[in-house]
């Protein structure tokens, strides 16, 4: 039923085009083109295929006004196809110009077969009826539609001055067939190859093509013209042929074919780039595709930024498995103008996300002028996340790129766990898994246990630690609502003092840019020229990169202080046995101790306070156990895989 309503449908309009002035139909039809835009079908698609492929080069409005052009020229393609009836060589010259036809011409007189390689670009389907108009009909492979009486009434219309059509099935014998009666076959390479394409960079980034158009000129020595079609204005077309395609043909088949495949995209890319608005964008042309930009948003908390670069790390794991995957980074840091901006901004991002595509100037007042900048040009087929704060603006380049997303926490409220691809929660949050929800015991970390023990050795060298046990001490410091209190601090000093001189162990220690210059300076001052103590970093004066993955390489024992999720998280991934040392003067978030308080349960760590640090360390050390491993990174990856 479906299938004869749209042949009528079409039927009619096409009597009502052909009775009228070809100027005036195609009018009609951009007008059509136009409106159609603003309905969304396929735009958003559209959209971040463009921003994709010219990243940084168009506004949001300038891609918007591609896309309309673009709709146009698709109305006005299929008027002129009901024009093909009445098209003839009169109509060719007047309304078609032809630079380079000798080059067709030439192919043709070689004798060998030639293959138009075409994409779909401007109105593709002129190149059938302008060869058949001087004398030259091709044999073209199409893609029958599903609707079968639809499909026959195209099929007349391509067909009406003498060209053949080639459905997809028995195109292969036809095409042969037809290069060795040196037909002309058009066929349009420009379509994605699947899983098992061959594999070419087209407009940035890795995917496939189909091989059959390459192929088959490589097979038969048919000559391969590559041409492409150009809507000037209105009915009036520039014909392109671009000069024989040169083949590869070294004997190694698979290098060959991606050699030259490679060549006719990359002529391709030149018209697309000259001409974007000629080109079909609404497609899912990087469906299968190993380039995937990934890009992390910061909010400026170390701590939040490596669980980010954890899951990157995760990620390229993949390049292992697969060599064509490549995952370009870009660590974006995010500055809000104010605080009123930073408290109000997840309200405005909540009830204008669905329309915010195209339109992130709309997040100029809330951000300052740098992070502007980089936003608005911003491109991103992972975005990865951690931290209240930038959840917003997640969602929202989600929605701009048409990308999948990772948050590393639980969504506070607006938002939900549905709205991302990927959460990954702590199991103290007690959010059961779904496909969208990992449940993880710690934090992402960036800890790799063979990178642990080499580096962990190379620092036990360079301090010649010879001790029968060593011990890291690792201090955070102030917050917006915590900081250490300066009793329990100076009883924490106490208490190593006298661990020290009961059993022999050398004591690592480093700061973190948070601890406060008082505590700063007790540290130096106590333990600057100790003789067990061989490592003193105070990270505000001089902070060595990779010394906190050096410090638990060589420790036995790890005594964190209580204010980083992420530092217990990565210690507890080391494996060693780990010690949370409570020294706040004011309480940390309900979320740090129902973390401490699961982990202490699992008996993967153990909490003490600066009054029983000296015991507790004591047993720690006596008792050699074998501490349980914590990681969740298979786990992580599993489901990061089906973001691929």
């Known amino acids: 039923m479906i299938d004869f309503i749209a042949y009528w449908l079409v039927r009619g309009c096409g009597v009502f085009f052909r009775a009228l002035p070809i100027k005036i139909g195609l009018v009609i039809a951009g007008s059509l083109g136009w409106l159609l835009a603003f309905t969304q079908i396929r735009v958003a698609q559209a959209y971040a295929n463009i921003k994709a492929a010219f990243p940084g080069r168009f506004t949001g409005s300038e891609i918007r006004r591609i896309i309309r052009r673009n709709y146009m020229n698709m109305f006005q393609n299929l008027v002129e196809m009901f024009w093909f009836p009445k098209m003839d060589e009169a109509y060719m010259k007047k309304y078609l ?49 599903k609707m079968k009486r639809l499909n026959q009434y195209l099929t007349q219309l391509r067909e009406s001055h003498g060209s053949r059509m080639v459905s997809k099935g028995m195109e292969l014998r036809e095409i042969i067939r037809g290069i060795h009666h040196n037909e002309l076959i058009g066929l349009l390479g420009d379509q994605q190859g699947g899983k098992t394409g061959v594999p070419i960079r087209f407009m940035g980034r890795m995917t496939t093509a189909p091989a059959g158009p390459i192929q088959i000129p490589m097979r038969t020595g048919a000559k391969v013209i590559p041409v492409f079609i150009v809507r000037e204005n209105g009915p009036y077309h520039t014909l392109c042929h671009e000069e024989e395609l040169r083949l590869e043909r070294t004997g190694d088949e698979e290098k060959d074919l991606q050699i030259n495949m490679q060549r006719y995209i990359s002529i391709l890319e030149n018209f697309i780039t000259r001409y974007p608005d000629q080109w079909h964008w609404l497609h899912k042309r990087w469906k299968h595709n190993w380039t995937k930009r990934i890009l992390i948003l910061s909010d400026g908390k170390a701590g939040h930024l490596v669980q980010s670069k954890a899951i990157f790390e995760i990620l390229k794991k993949f390049e292992a498995s697969n060599s064509r995957y490549e995952f370009p980074c870009e660590i974006l840091e995010i500055q809000y103008r104010n605080v009123f901006a930073k408290r109000f901004f997840p309200i405005f991002a909540f009830f204008l996300m669905p329309f915010i595509q195209g339109r992130l100037n709309w997040l100029k007042p809330w951000f300052e002028p740098e992070t502007y900048k980089n936003l608005e040009h911003i491109v991103a087929d992972i975005v990865i996340s951690c931290g209240a704060s930038v959840l917003p603006l997640n969602y929202i380049l989600k929605r701009e790129c048409l990308a999948k997303n990772v948050v590393i926490m639980k969504p506070s409220f607006p938002f939900s766990l549905f709205q991302a691809d ?121 902070n060595p990169e990779g010394i906190v993955t050096r410090m638990m390489g060589a420790s036995d024992v790890l005594v964190i202080s209580e204010d980083s999720i992420s530092m217990i998280s990565e210690g507890v991934t080391s494996g060693k046995s780990v010690i949370v040392l409570r020294l706040g003067k004011s309480m940390l978030a309900r979320k740090h101790y129902r973390f401490q308080k699961f982990l202490e349960d699992q008996g993967v760590l153990r909490i003490a306070t600066s009054s029983n640090l000296r015991e507790v360390l004591e047993e720690e050390l006596g008792q050699r156990k074998n501490h349980i491993e914590v990681n969740d990174t298979q786990k992580i990856q599993e489901r990061l895989k089906s973001l691929l």
């Not at 293959?115 to 893609?143: D, K």
């Not at 100076?490 to 948070?514: A, H, N, P, Y």
């Open 97 to 145: 110009s032809v630079p380079h036809a000798n080059r067709e011409f030439e192919a043709k007189r070689a004798g060998k077969g030639t293959i138009l390689l075409t994409a779909h670009f401007g109105n593709w389907e002129l190149e059938n009826i302008w060869t058949s108009c001087i004398g030259m009909p091709l044999l073209v492979l199409v893609r029958d539609q």
């Open 422 to 542: 990927l959460n990954l929660v702590p199991e103290h949050d007690q959010v059961k898994e779904t496909e969208k929800v990992v449940s993880t015991r710690v934090a992402p970390s960036l800890i790799c246990m063979e990178v642990l023990k080499s580096e962990g050795e190379t620092l036990r060298k360079s301090l010649n630690l010879n001790h029968q046990y060593v011990v890291s001490v690792f201090l955070g410091g102030k917050t917006k609502a915590y900081d250490f209190n300066q009793k329990l601090f100076d009883e924490f000093l106490t208490g190593l003092d006298q661990v020290m001189e009961k059993k022999s162990f050398e004591l690592l220690i480093t700061t973190s840019r948070r601890t406060g210059s008082e505590f700063e300076q007790q540290l130096k001052k106590k333990f600057s020229n100790h003789k067990r103590v061989p490592l003193l970093v105070i990270a505000n004066e001089n």
